[in-house]
């Protein structure tokens, strides 16, 4: 190789005399670099930490602010559509089966979902069967309190009863809260089968016999305390004894009727039994013996129908004048006697009907009925 080769190639002369690294005491660019990196990131960023400390304290200042305003100032829940204020355990009551006579009570809890005071200004029944135990007019609840309340099974009819205990808030218009109520009454019930007696004209003193058959379409045991018959040549058969007819089943009587005299002839056949909806029952009697004539028949018929009218018409009169602290009781009583009058009123008119076309003097004015649908019972002697 000549002498311009080996200049043109410095560093191959230096590797082969062994100097493989730069010179002491020289850095190369590249380590000057590496080194100027370093002690560059190794620098403390004090503004950096004094933002973190910063917003650190703004987070712990604003979370503290956040717990006091919460402490001191509940949320308040609104009162609107679709946010149930109230809430009730249970939401259905189901009082099973009871016995004639008796009555069964039931607990409900009404609690306060919200961290408002609310006022419970209504709490009404669409079963006169169900009431409260204890009057209750309004009932506030503290926040998150709660109240409980007795509800009340005491049947006035027979059979299967459904119903709802219904709450209202005041200021609302629809109820808050629903409770679903249920209850089956065993009660008995008295059905006659005819529900009168015609004996006709008999033509002998012998006189005849007529049944009455008593039924009980009820689901409790019927207890018949008394049966008594009222009129002349009336009388039962054989001598009664209080008794009890199971549910759907069937009690005959025997009614005969002996006229002592010549002419018409009316009674009543009078039946008590422990048959809530009608305690005492009426049969209306008729027949006739010899040669009686028509319009004095027609006369015993219209006066029994009458009697029995206006003993029915005294029981509705008596019910309707109920007054009473309790106003469950005294609704029911009134109800009854709507009940009673509806029954007594066409036969009171049938009656003085009948006694007009008889003899005008013979209509009996006692009870009154306006076409308002007002009854009263007119002073004696007016």
Known sequence: ?????????????????GNTGPAQGSKSPVDAEVQERVVYRRKPRRGLIFVKIFVFA?????????????ATHPIKMRIGKGTRVLAVKPAKLDFGQVEAGRRLTDKVAIKNRT???????????TNDSFRL???????????RGQVELTVVYEPNC???????????LRNQSSPELVVDLRGEALLPRLVLSPTSLAFGE?????????????????????KVTAVSVRGQGFALVKPFTPGTIRPNSVCTIEVAFVPAK?????????????????PEMIVLLSGSYGTAAKKEREKAQAMALLAQAKQELNTAYT????????????????????????????????????LRAIDPSLEDTEFYRDDEGHFGRRPQGN
């Open 133 to 143: 135990k204890e009057k209750v007019r309004a009932v506030k609840l503290p926040p």
């Open 158 to 168: 027979g059979g299967l009863n459904q119903g709802e205990m219904r709450v209202r």
């Open 319 to 354: 019910y309707l004048s109920y007054r009473s602290t309790n106003r469950l009781l005294m609704i029911q009583r009134h109800q009854m006697g709507k009940n009673a009058l509806n029954r007594a009123w066409p036969k009171y008119e049938r009656a003085n009907q009948m």
């Open 115 to 125: 961290r408002d005071e609310v006022e419970i200004q209504f709490i009404e029944f």
């Open 202 to 222: 008999v033509k002998t003193t012998a006189g005849s016999r007529l049944p009455l058959k008593l039924r009980n379409l009820g689901t409790e045991l019927l």
């Open 262 to 278: 010549q002419g018409a002839s009316a009674g009543l056949l009078m039946i008590a039994s422990n048959d809530p909806s009608e």
């Open 58 to 70: 703004m987070m712990a200042a604003s979370l503290g602010l956040l717990t006091w305003w919460v």
């Open 1 to 17: 190789m000549t002498e311009e080769q080996e200049s043109e190639h410095p560093d191959k002369a230096g590797s082969r005399a």
